[in-house]
Nanobody, 121 residues
Framework: QVHLVESGGGLVRPGGSLRLSCEISGATSDTRVIGWVRQAPGGGREGVACIQISDGSTYYPPSVKGRFTTSTDNAKNTVYVDLNSLEPEDTAVYFC??????????????WGQGTQVTDTS
């Protein structure tokens, strides 16, 4: 079983930045990708980034491409997503998730508990 713990959420002003972290433990050998998925109040899940652990390939939807960047520190078993130029529409709970492929960017086998990001506008 893969265990994921997110951190780094908080309040941010419009145009500001945050770095979210996802610490991975447990059956890490079964994890090939880490995805980031957000869910706004009353909304559905939206995938915002995915990274392949083996080679660092990344995938983003058009809504965040150029503003969000995901990366890994394999020595720390940690994946990051840098959220830049934040907008009110970015307010959501952000989850990291694990699976063996990025797929549609929002469906994964294992999930963390989520961390809240709130634009203060």
């Amino acid at each position: 079983q893969v265990h994921l713990v997110e951190s780094g959420g908080g309040l941010v002003r419009p145009g500001g930045s945050l770095r979210l972290s996802c610490e991975i433990s447990g059956a890490t050998s079964d994890t090939r990708v880490i995805g980031w998925v957000r869910q706004a109040p009353g909304g559905g899940r939206e995938g915002v980034a995915c990274i392949q652990i083996s080679d660092g390939s990344t995938y983003y939807p058009p809504s965040v491409k150029g503003r969000f960047t995901t990366s890994t520190d394999n020595a720390k078993n940690t994946v990051y997503v840098d959220l830049n130029s934040l907008e009110p529409e970015d307010t959501a709970v952000y989850f990291c998730a694990a699976d063996d492929s990025c797929g549609n960017l929002y469906e994964y086998a294992h999930w963390g508990q989520g961390t809240q990001v709130t634009d203060t506008s």
